[in-house]
Nanobody
Framework: QVQLVESGGGLVQAGGSLRVSCAASGRTFSSVSMGWFRQAPGKEHEFVARINWNTGTTYYADSVKGRFTISRDNAKNTVYLQMNSLKPEDTAIYYC?????????????????WGQGTQVTVSS
């Protein structure tokens, strides 16, 4: 089992920045990829970004490309999502997820473990 705990959410004004973190514990060696997803009220679960633990290869949704950066600290078993130039439409609960395989993996069903989520609210 892998346990994931997100932190760092909060309220920020449009145009501002925020960094959310995801700390992994447990059988972390069984996870190859880490992803961030988000869900806004009344909307579907949406892929945001993902990173390969070993290679650092990243992949982003078009809606956040150029504004968000996913990174990892292997020594701390932590993945980060740096969010810049935030927009009100970025408001959502942000979830991190772990996957035992590589690949782009943009669907939630492709991930094996999930955190509880952290709220990000962007005011206009």
């Amino acid at each position: 089992q892998v346990q994931l705990v997100e932190s760092g959410g909060g309220l920020v004004q449009a145009g501002g920045s925020l960094r959310v973190s995801c700390a992994a514990s447990g059988r972390t060696f069984s996870s190859v990829s880490m992803g961030w997803f988000r869900q806004a009220p009344g909307k579907e679960h949406e892929f945001v970004a993902r990173i390969n633990w070993n290679t650092g290869t990243t992949y982003y949704a078009d809606s956040v490309k150029g504004r968000f950066t996913i990174s990892r600290d292997n020594a701390k078993n932590t993945v980060y999502l740096q969010m810049n130039s935030l927009k009100p439409e970025d408001t959502a609960i942000y979830y991190c997820a772990a996957r035992r395989w590589g690949g782009i993996a943009t669907r939630g069903s492709e991930y094996d473990y999930w955190g509880q989520g952290t709220q990000v609210t962007v005011s206009s």
